[in-house]
């Protein structure tokens, strides 16, 4: 599950994932596109032309970039510390006990990355998403372990801003899905919930969309639930996502 992540501008082409304390000294990767060195990876990343962009995940990842790193990493008080080596950015998300932690660093552009993902606990089992036909979503993987919830997938399909209608007809028929499996007394809160998920993710969609209007945006999308799903859910779900995303947009 994407537990966290952060933007970060660097200065030095240089980006810095482990275990927190002092900053070592800059040495050149040698034109490797990482290094281990002691309790960290340093990264060779774009500098100065535009923000990196680091994901951190725990257990289900998506499937995407090339894998640079794949395996443990002493974490002295159970934290990843994300930052540019010369220390003037640092992001730190807790990812579990002080002491070697499994870990899967992959990113876009070996040597220039801009988009990074740090995948705690990996996963080899691939699973595909609910989507909608004819509107597909990247693959994931997860653990062997890992039991995809509603909420849990519901998640992962909102994990990005890509393909906008795609994820988007894919939450829609997912709620629909979900709503049947819920018991009477659980059901319109969970549905309210699960579409206050997504209003909450058009508001990254369009950043001028306000409170006001996501919350009328998630009143239609309640209403043509009821009205619409009732025959063809794949045609409905890409119907009632086009208009919303066309009214969030504009």
Known sequence: MLIGGADIY????????GSGGLQENLTP?????????GECIRIAARAQVGLVRVRVWNEASPIEGVVVFDGSLLLSDGSVYIGDVLGASRYQQRVG???????????????????INIVVNPGRREVTLTSSQGHPLPSFLVTAASALGSMDELGLILSAHDIPLNRLAAAVKL????SREDGPARRVPMMEFRIRMVSEWLR???????????????????????????????????????????????
């Open 29 to 37: 990767l040698g034109g490797s596109p990482f290094i281990v060195t």
């Open 175 to 178: 709620i629909h899905l979900a």
């Open 204 to 250: 990254w969609i369009s950043p001028g969309l306000s409170e006001e209007k996501a919350s009328l945006i998630s009143s239609f999308i309640s209403e043509r639930l009821h009205d619409a799903l009732s025959d063809d859910i794949d045609s409905a779900s890409v119907a009632i996502s086009s208009e919303v995303l066309q009214r969030a947009t504009t």
């Open 10 to 17: 660097l200065n030095h082409p240089v980006i810095r994932v």
């Open 97 to 115: 006990d002080p002491g070697d932690q499994r870990l899967m660093v992959s990113v876009d552009d070996p040597g220039k990355a801009s988009r």
